[in-house]
């Protein structure tokens, strides 16, 4: 099994930045895409970010041009750099890993908080 833990949320301005981590450890040879998701209060869980083993990055285009996803692959983490923070992005932001498979891994979840 693979194991995601993520961190790196808190609170912050409308405006400011933040950046996420997410660190695999386990079975993670096998892990073909990572990605992030989120999830606000009395919402749907909705794709934020992910890149695939050959570097291909999509967003979401609520985030577009604002959030950036980044791999690490020599230390089994990926990274969502948020910037220009806006309210609506408040949520819990949860990891996401695929593997060739198609099994999914998901990491618990930090919580990111846009409020002046």
């Known amino acids: 099994q693979v194991q995601l833990v993520e961190s790196g949320g808190g609170l912050v301005q409308p405006g400011g930045s933040l950046r996420l981590s997410c660190a695999a450890s386990?079975?993670?040879?096998?892990?073909?895409?990572m990605g992030w998701y989120r999830q606000a209060p009395e919402k749907q869980r909705e794709f934020v970010a992910r890149?695939?083993?050959?570097?291909?990055?999509f967003y979401a285009d609520s985030v577009k041009g604002r959030f950036t996803i980044s791999r690490d692959n020599a230390k089994n983490t990926v990274y969502l750099q948020m910037n220009s923070l806006k309210p609506e992005d408040t949520a819990i932001y949860y990891c996401?890993?695929?593997?060739?498979?198609?099994?999914?891994?998901w990491g618990q979840g930090t919580q990111v908080t846009v409020s002046s």
């Open positions: 996401n890993s695929r593997n060739s498979r198609g099994v999914e891994n």
């Open positions: 890149v695939t083993s050959g570097g291909t990055k």
């Open positions: 386990g079975t993670i040879l096998s892990i073909s895409t």
